[in-house]
């Protein structure tokens, strides 16, 4: 029996994020260069796709590039840019039949621009599908975006055009790349690594992890599946205590 018969559909995340870790372990082991498992992974991406649409996930958001991967080997970053824009392009027609819509966030500008126009160009035309948000973080890390966001509240303040007392989450969060977007209630990582590496911080605050040995490119439906079922298992308690959520 697959777990996606043992999912209850009336509880599923309606955002699920995913650190996708493990590529370049994954093709070592089978004695390829680390760029083969960027390559594989792009199954696996279909693959929690697939499972999002199944269960009726809203929201999947991908670490597919984080600030940092900048400071990896040359060939390496420039073989994943490439990637990107090749699974962009290949992929848009797909994804825009079955009504996903394609978001990122992060700092495109600092994106080369060929994959900046292929990301715009996929943004653009799946902009009015309703089906699952498929949201890439690229360029992206948590400090970027909370500093960002910092610069511009304190650039409206020395403009006069909002008072210190008036900084709530609700105006703190739409000055995230996030903005509309709501908080993942599950956050998964492949590849065994237990740390948050620079994603979502502000976002995370009340999100469910689940942690698998699964290296990416080995990444299935079921995966997901396993997941939600896990997430299905636990009581958030949101600060509270048990007995006033079974009231
Ligand atoms: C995740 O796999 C993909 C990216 C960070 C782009 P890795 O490339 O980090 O693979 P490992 O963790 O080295 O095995
Ligand atoms: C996190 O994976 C970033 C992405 C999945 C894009 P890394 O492989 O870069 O993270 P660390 O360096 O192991 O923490
Ligand atoms: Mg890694």
Same mark, same amino acid.
């Given at each position: 029996?697959?777990? =996606?018969? #043992?999912?209850?559909?009336?509880? &599923?995340?309606? @955002? &699920? !994020?995913?650190?996708?870790?493990?590529?370049?372990?994954?093709?070592? %082991? %089978?004695? @390829?260069?680390?760029?083969?498992g960027h390559n594989y992974g792009v199954e696996?991406?279909?693959?929690?796709?697939? !499972?999002? %649409?199944?269960?009726? &996930?809203?929201y999947l958001t991908l670490y597919a590039f984080s600030t940092e991967n900048w400071n990896r080997p040359k060939e390496e970053v420039d073989g994943l840019m490439d990637l990107l824009v090749t699974t962009i392009t290949n992929e848009v027609d797909e994804l825009d039949s079955n009504n996903v819509r394609i978001q990122t966030i992060g700092d495109s500008t600092g994106l080369p621009e060929g994959?900046?126009? !292929?990301?715009?160009?996929?943004? *653009?035309?799946? #902009? /009015?599908? $309703?089906? &699952?948000?498929?949201? =890439?973080?690229?360029n992206y890390s948590s400090r970027w975006e909370i500093l960002n966001a910092t #610069?511009?509240? !304190?650039? *409206?303040?020395?403009?006069? *055009? =909002?008072?210190? /007392?008036?900084?709530t989450s609700d105006v703190f969060e739409k000055h995230l790349t996030t903005r509309s977007?709501? /908080?993942?209630?599950?956050?998964?990582? $492949?590849?065994?690594? @237990?740390?948050?590496?620079?994603?979502?911080?502000?976002?995370?605050a009340y999100s469910e992890f689940h942690f698998t040995e699964v290296l990416w490119p080995d990444f299935k439906e079921e995966d997901l599946y396993k997941a939600i079922l896990d997430f299905q298992s636990r009581e958030r308690r949101f600060g509270m205590v048990s007995e006033q959520l079974n009231k």
């Open positions: 029996m697959s777990s =996606l018969e #043992k999912i209850n559909l009336e509880n &599923v995340p309606e @955002h &699920v !994020a995913i650190i996708m870790d493990g590529n370049g372990r994954w093709a070592r %082991q %089978q004695g @390829h260069e680390r760029l083969f696996s991406v279909r693959e929690a796709l697939r !499972a999002a %649409q199944n269960t009726g &996930v809203k994959c900046r126009y !292929a990301l715009m160009s996929a943004i *653009e035309r799946t #902009k /009015d599908n $309703t089906g &699952v948000t498929l949201i =890439l973080a690229l #610069k511009e509240i !304190a650039g *409206e303040i020395a403009r006069g *055009e =909002l008072s210190p /007392d008036d900084i977007i709501p /908080d993942p209630e599950l956050m998964i990582r $492949t590849s065994g690594e @237990h740390r948050v590496s620079n994603f979502l911080l502000w976002q995370i």
